[in-house]
């Protein structure tokens, strides 16, 4: 057993070893050759990651996931404006705080925990309320229950109304498939510490034309330190190599980002090749994983057929209670406790996103690690065949 424990969290999760040394160096000047060379590789690279096309805007900022959900709100919305929200969760409740305090008239459109909002329900929901919607928000995988919405579908109903779409991507993107300008997506953001690998840090984004133009409409502007217009002329200026500066970048963080998104790239012969690679990969994982689930008897808190491919959400078993975590960390692998607020002593968490997806050995020693804590709280169950069950789908 490794003496240091497997980080499987829904992010941050295991860097690789060329990620952890990109940022380890002495930070250089956000003006160095270098330096701008790198952010505007960083740039383009994202574009390819988030399948957007050249007219769309990748911004990077230091800050977390919640910061960029920030922006968006901020850059899109303004008092009295309406949105329509599709709440799976945690994290769709902070989104809507969010938006009440920009002053946006909310409605919501919810499902019971572990499960999500249909298109079709979006639609209806849509179609039933009179109000004149300027957005519609959502989030791709709700952490906090392990559901993944069908993003598409979604998006395909608010751009049948000419909404535009905010989707938050922080625990999905590069492991789950979006395709943000063949879906007409307008926002797709994300955090620098979840699928894409690298250390907590920084918030990403791509803005689609539309969301560029709704922030130019604005009467009411964001914060300066969130406001498009703030960065944009930056983000421009890297991409055309000149230096710039607004609000010193974090450096290191944007290097050990380059890193991890020039891994993502490299594993296919082209980007699209590569995304594809990525995205199947995790679906792999994913499946390998709830197979040592059904054969340890443990339950997925979402409904099966919503069930995420970047992080698996698992009742306790009975008998079982949060203190199984600290056993499962003596076997190896650091997992999370339950996070939606209605449930949270209820289930567990477990990451299986970026470079652990590609890792069977990770994969297996964080079974291993669960089944033998799970025997430890008292749950019969069989090791070996979980593991055997999980390497059955990563051998095949
Ligand atoms: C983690 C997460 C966030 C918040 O990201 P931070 O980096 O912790 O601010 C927001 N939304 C989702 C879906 C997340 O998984």
Redesign the pocket.
Known sequence: MSATPLLMI??PIEISDRVAAAAAGRPPSHVSPAFIQAFGDTLRAMRHVWRAGPDHQPFVVA???????EAAVTNLMEPGDHALLVNTG??SD?MAEMLARRGVEVTQVRAEPGEAPSAAAVSEALIASAKPFKALFA?????STGVRIDAEGICGVARAHELLTVF?????TGGERFEMSAWGADVYLT?S??ALGAP?GL?AWVASPRALAARDALTTPPPLSLDFHSWLPIFRAYEEGRPSYFATPPTSQVLALHAALDEILARGATPEAAMDAQFEQHALAARAMQAAWATLGLRQLPNPDLAANTLSALRYPDGVNASFLARVRDHGAIIAGGLHPALKDAYFRVGHMGITAFRPDDLLATVRAIAHGLRDAGHACDPDAAIAAANGHLTR
């Open positions: 829904p992010g800050g977390s996931g919640t910061l960029a959900m945690y994290f902070r989030t791709h995988v709700d952490t938050d991507g922080v625990c999905a955090a510490q979840k907590p918030a």
